[in-house]
């Protein structure tokens, strides 16, 4: 199949650093997204890599290491406002293109 | 620009009843998707669309219908309600099928 996983949960402090994890199958793989979530609101785009390496959006990275089917979502400065579910999707090409979501993070940042 | 607009935001119905979920995007957008999404079980495609007069079904077509007569607007009927269908439908819409989507607030529906 084209399972993703991610943690469930996370908890982490305000002003700290925290990384969140996705794994996936490689086979077809053509992108990887994240997306932030608040609860009770639509997903909301944060961060695309289809190459191996980091990609910098001010206090949110994503990294990529398409060899060893990861990725994680690297938030920096972690404000109260970061509280929400980070959800990670898979692109997959060839004859079954399909975006695959996984079932997402859910982070609480402490004051 | 209003983005993706969805109507109505909340609805309730009774098993059996049919409606229709509006979406509406005016970034004259390809390519449009519904999902619902459900506790523990994340988002999963519904139908899809790659353009006006095209669409496709996805992981849980069953039950719900959809039709594309313009770019813009992308509805979906769900034809006998049941208590299953129960959840938040979310409508996105993207320049393609892998590239950024942009979602609707949602609809969130309790089926009784």
């Known amino acids: 199949g084209q399972n993703i996983d991610q943690p469930t949960e996370m908890t982490a402090t305000e002003g700290a650093i925290v990384q969140i994890n996705c794994t996936y199958q490689?086979?077809?793989?053509?992108?990887l997204f994240w997306y932030q979530q608040h609860a009770g609101e639509a997903p909301t785009f944060l961060s695309y890599n289809v190459l191996d390496g980091l990609e910098e959006k001010g206090r949110f990275s994503s990294f990529l290491s398409r060899s060893k089917g990861y990725s994680y979502l690297l938030l920096k400065e972690l404000q109260m406002k970061d509280s929400a579910s980070y959800l990670c999707?898979?692109?997959?090409?060839?004859?079954?293109?399909?975006?695959?979501w996984g079932l997402g993070t859910s982070l609480a940042v402490n004051p | 620009n209003a983005g993706v607009t969805q109507t109505p935001k909340f609805q309730v119905l009774k098993t059996g009843q049919s409606m229709t979920l509006q979406c509406a995007q005016d970034m004259n957008h390809e390519y449009m998707s519904w999902y619902r999404q459900d506790p523990g079980m994340g988002l999963r495609l519904i139908h899809y669309s790659v353009g006006a007069g095209i669409t496709d079904q996805g992981e849980v077509p069953n039950g719900y219908n959809v039709s594309r007569s313009t770019t813009e607007d992308f509805p979906l009927r769900l034809l006998s309600a049941a208590p299953s269908q129960t959840s938040v439908y979310f409508c996105a819409s993207s320049y393609g099928r892998f590239n950024e989507q942009f979602f609707g607030p949602g609809t969130r529906l309790t089926v009784l």
């Open positions: 999707a898979v692109a997959y090409a060839g004859n079954n293109r399909k975006l695959i």
């Open positions: 490689t086979s077809g793989f053509n992108g």
